[in-house]
């Protein structure tokens, strides 16, 4: 079968998450797979599918010249859709684009990640989706409309992962595929590591100690020093692109609980935020950073959460505002399931250095086995892979899954 994958524009998680699906079809496979985008190559690029394999949609932004905007009173806005502009001639033309070319690469099955919006125009063209479903309280009218008119829904994450007022339908009708690695997972190399730690430290020193404190953190490491006896404490705060106020505003408390710990920031930063960490930088890959730290402080979006649970190094779940609570969610599952530690748990913890106080299930790491199993994720992208009908895939292979029917 052909497979459309629409990845939605804020950020760039939701094209990775189609690379990373992508990844998991058989190579003969991938050619069949075309990823619809409003982001441009810059913004976003992929190695598992090919430029011509991806369809860069025009921009859906708000303009001056549209008859009604897309927000106003329910006189005058769909209940069925969140976004829904009169007039706008950006949306009307990747509106076009998107069925021009659903026709133009005999697209059989759309996977949505994510808009209400594309779900309905889908329905209303009798194009067969599947909707992805993110972390969140997803429990609004237009989301419910998109989750109905699937044929079924995808959850990248684990199924206890999810949020606690979800509808019975809504859960008897996803696919909970666990979450999703990000290629091939290489164990990262210590010295490579070392000699990128210290290529910053000459580049983005924010502090003439930052040499010292690699050193004596490279002794320890050596030594296999236990992580709460460490004189000098490795701390890495990763953020995303898509806000980080919440964690820079934490930065200064950091820097007083743990003086003497070598603080690295990575992604964007505010000026003020500076004074309080050592490096400050961007890199292209921050696994060597999650698999070597000795803390670990970030936000809880679904593709930054999916690659630190791969190690146990402990974190620190810092939840950014998201529409729907998408990552206070995220953020209270893991803390519950102790697998993170709230900001308050943290606090208390590096005040004494108490073990007792850093939860289980972060040192013992068969505890992530439930959450990286990726046998559902596989089998799905399988059978796509091998199916000759959607009706047929449908029918014999997807349906089967679900405790709701089409005729119940």
Same mark, same amino acid.
């Given at each position: 079968?052909?497979?459309?994958?629409?990845?939605?524009?804020?950020?760039?998680?939701?094209?990775?998450?189609?690379?990373?699906?992508?990844?998991?079809?058989?190579?003969?496979?991938?050619?069949?797979?075309i990823?619809?985008?409003?982001?441009?190559?810059a913004?976003?690029?992929?190695?598992?599918?090919?430029?011509?394999q991806?369809?860069?949609?025009?921009?859906?932004?708000?303009?001056?010249?549209?008859?009604?905007?897309?927000?106003?009173?329910?006189h005058?806005?769909?209940?069925?859709?969140?976004?829904?502009?009169?007039?706008?001639?950006?949306?009307?033309e990747?509106?076009?684009?998107?069925?021009?070319?659903i026709?133009?690469f005999?697209?059989?099955?759309?996977?949505?990640?994510?808009?209400?919006?594309?779900?309905?125009?889908c329905?209303?063209?009798s194009?067969?989706?599947?909707?992805?479903?993110?972390a969140?309280?997803?429990d609004?009218?237009?989301h419910?409309?998109?989750?109905?008119?699937?044929?079924?829904?995808?959850?990248?994450?684990?199924?206890?992962?999810?949020?606690?007022?979800?509808?019975?339908?809504?859960?008897?009708k996803?696919?909970y595929l666990?979450?999703?690695?990000?290629?091939?997972?290489?164990?990262?190399?210590?010295? #490579?590591? !070392?000699?990128?730690?210290?290529?910053? %430290?000459?580049?983005? /020193? +924010?502090?003439?100690q930052?040499? @010292?404190?690699? =050193?004596?953190?490279?002794?320890?490491?050596a030594?296999n020093?236990?992580?709460?006896a460490?004189?000098?404490?490795?701390?890495?705060v990763?953020?995303?692109?898509?806000?980080?106020?919440?964690?820079?505003?934490?930065? #200064?408390? !950091?820097?007083?609980?743990?003086?003497? %710990?070598?603080?690295? /920031? +990575?992604?964007?930063?505010?000026? @003020?935020?500076? =004074?309080?960490?050592?490096?400050?930088?961007t890199?292209?890959?921050?696994?060597?950073?999650?698999?070597?730290?000795?803390?670990?402080?970030?936000?809880?979006?679904?593709?930054?959460?999916?690659?630190?649970?791969?190690?146990?190094?402990?974190l620190?779940?810092?939840?950014?505002?998201?529409?729907?609570?998408?990552?206070?969610?995220?953020?209270?599952?893991?803390?519950?399931?102790?697998?993170?530690?709230s900001?308050?748990?943290?606090?208390?913890?590096?005040?004494?250095?108490?073990?007792?106080?850093?939860?289980?299930?972060?040192q013992?790491?068969?505890a992530?086995?439930?959450?990286?199993?990726?046998?559902?994720?596989?089998?799905?992208?399988?059978?796509?892979?091998?199916?000759n009908?959607?009706?047929?895939?449908?029918?014999?292979?997807?349906?089967?899954?679900?405790?709701?029917l089409?005729t119940?």
């Amino acid at each position: 079968m052909n497979i459309g994958y629409y990845a939605h524009h804020h950020g760039s998680g939701h094209c990775r998450q189609a690379e990373k699906l992508a990844a998991l079809l058989p190579k003969d496979g991938q050619k069949n797979i075309i990823v619809f985008t409003s982001l441009s190559a810059a913004q976003s690029n992929f190695s598992t599918i090919d430029e011509s394999q991806v369809v860069r949609l025009a921009a859906e932004e708000e303009r001056l010249d549209e008859v009604i905007a897309g927000r106003v009173s329910r006189h005058f806005m769909p209940e069925s859709l969140h976004y829904s502009p009169v007039g706008n001639v950006d949306i009307q033309e990747r509106s076009w684009q998107l069925l021009d070319s659903i026709r133009r690469f005999n697209i059989d099955l759309m996977i949505i990640d994510v808009s209400v919006e594309v779900a309905m125009l889908c329905r209303a063209a009798s194009i067969p989706y599947l909707y992805v479903r993110l972390a969140g309280n997803r429990d609004d009218l237009p989301h419910l409309n998109a989750f109905a008119g699937a044929l079924g829904l995808l959850a990248p994450y684990p199924a206890t992962f999810e949020a606690q007022h979800t509808p019975d339908w809504v859960c008897q009708k996803t696919l909970y595929l666990g979450f999703l690695a990000q290629g091939c997972q290489v164990t990262p190399c210590f010295d #490579q590591f !070392l000699a990128t730690l210290n290529e910053l %430290a000459e580049n983005n /020193s +924010l502090n003439q100690q930052d040499p @010292e404190k690699i =050193a004596q953190y490279q002794q320890e490491h050596a030594n296999n020093t236990p992580l709460i006896a460490k004189k000098t404490a490795l701390i890495t705060v990763i953020k995303g692109f898509g806000g980080h106020k919440n964690i820079d505003d934490k930065l #200064q408390v !950091l820097r007083q609980q743990w003086s003497n %710990a070598l603080i690295i /920031s +990575l992604g964007p930063i505010s000026n @003020e935020a500076k =004074a309080y960490v050592d490096i400050a930088a961007t890199v292209s890959d921050v696994t060597p950073f999650i698999a070597f730290s000795d803390y670990l402080l970030m936000a809880c979006g679904l593709n930054a959460i999916a690659q630190a649970v791969l190690y146990p190094t402990p974190l620190v779940a810092l939840p950014d505002e998201r529409p729907h609570d998408e990552q206070q969610v995220m953020a209270s599952a893991l803390i519950n399931q102790q697998r993170a530690m709230s900001w308050s748990q943290f606090l208390a913890y590096s005040t004494t250095l108490d073990a007792q106080l850093l939860p289980k299930a972060l040192q013992d790491q068969t505890a992530l086995d439930n959450s990286l199993d990726n046998k559902v994720a596989v089998d799905f992208m399988t059978s796509l892979a091998v199916g000759n009908s959607v009706k047929a895939w449908f029918e014999d292979w997807l349906l089967p899954k679900f405790k709701v029917l089409p005729t119940s």
